[in-house]
């Protein structure tokens, strides 16, 4: 065997022990983030899916269809190239009230928590919404006309529940750190069980409006 036999042979090692690493890495993050008596999204990715937008979501639902429109809009790439997860999430308690606070401060507060929680349950029917499912929601004709065209566009949009009573994120972890980390760990296993390749994760506010190159710029 001539030294540069050796040298190939070596190079095919060394990456097939870092495949196996970044695989065991992988599992190991997946097993950490995603327990088993967490719920998943049940569709698929689309093989050709390239990238992947996490917006996490806490009393947006007058919001909530900005970012989706604007990704309905894309120049110069196919709707199966991408799709959205939204994390709707809440805290999994009513607020304490604090020591440096009135009953009436404190009052308004939970007034704010509750009010966000039922908007939270909105936005989780505005995708169910999008998605055609079998759901109760008031839109204004405006809303309704932007969700045709999402609905038009191909655009695939998701929706994690972590906002229901029995399936928010631990109090450490309920706030919008933890559900765009949610959301980045299912965009990581959806990628690495149904696609099988590296993807581009994306993580944003669900109140933004991106531009009309934007996934073409990224995916290059």
């Given at each position: 065997?001539?030294?540069?036999?050796?040298?190939?042979?070596?190079?095919?090692?060394?990456?097939?022990?870092?495949?196996?690493?970044?695989?065991?890495?992988?599992?190991?993050?997946?097993?950490?983030?995603?327990?088993p008596t967490e719920e998943r999204i049940r569709e698929p990715m689309n093989p050709r899916c390239e990238v992947c937008v996490v917006?996490?979501?806490?009393?947006?639902?007058?919001?909530?269809?900005?970012?989706?429109?604007?990704?309905?809009?894309?120049?110069?790439?196919?709707?199966?190239?991408?799709?959205?997860?939204?994390?709707?999430?809440?805290?999994?308690?009513?607020?304490?009230?604090?020591?440096?606070?009135?009953?009436?401060?404190?009052?308004?507060?939970?007034?704010?928590?509750?009010?966000?929680?039922?908007?939270?349950?909105?936005?989780?029917?505005?995708?169910?919404?999008?998605?055609?499912?079998?759901?109760?929601?008031?839109?204004?004709?405006?809303?309704?006309?932007?969700?045709?065209?999402?609905?038009?566009?191909?655009?695939?949009v998701f929706a994690i529940d972590k906002a229901s009573e029995s399936k928010t994120l631990p109090k450490e972890a309920a706030n919008?750190?933890?559900?765009?980390?949610?959301?980045?760990?299912?965009?990581?296993?959806?990628?690495?069980?149904?696609?099988?390749?590296?993807?581009?994760?994306?993580?944003?506010?669900?109140?933004?409006?991106?531009?009309?190159?934007?996934?073409?710029?990224?995916?290059?």
């Amino acid at each position: 065997m001539s030294f540069e036999d050796i040298k190939i042979r070596n190079i095919a090692e060394s990456i097939e022990l870092k495949a196996t690493e970044r695989e065991r890495a992988i599992r190991q993050f997946l097993a950490e983030s995603l327990p088993p008596t967490e719920e998943r999204i049940r569709e698929p990715m689309n093989p050709r899916c390239e990238v992947c937008v996490v917006l996490p979501a806490y009393n947006e639902r007058e919001y909530v269809l900005r970012p989706l429109v604007s990704l309905a809009k894309q120049e110069g790439v196919s709707p199966d190239q991408y799709e959205v997860i939204i994390v709707v999430n809440n805290p999994p308690n009513i607020p304490e009230i604090s020591e440096d606070e009135t009953e009436d401060e404190y009052r308004k507060r939970v007034e704010l928590y509750n009010d966000a929680v039922e908007n939270n349950q909105e936005t989780l029917k505005l995708v169910r919404y999008i998605n055609e499912e079998d759901t109760q929601i008031i839109l204004t004709e405006q809303e309704q006309e932007t969700i045709i065209a999402i609905q038009q566009s191909g655009l695939r949009v998701f929706a994690i529940d972590k906002a229901s009573e029995s399936k928010t994120l631990p109090k450490e972890a309920a706030n919008v750190g933890g559900a765009r980390n949610r959301g980045i760990a299912e965009a990581i296993e959806r990628f690495h069980e149904h696609v099988r390749k590296n993807g581009i994760l994306v993580h944003s506010d669900s109140e933004v409006r991106f531009s009309d190159k934007y996934i073409k710029d990224i995916s290059r």
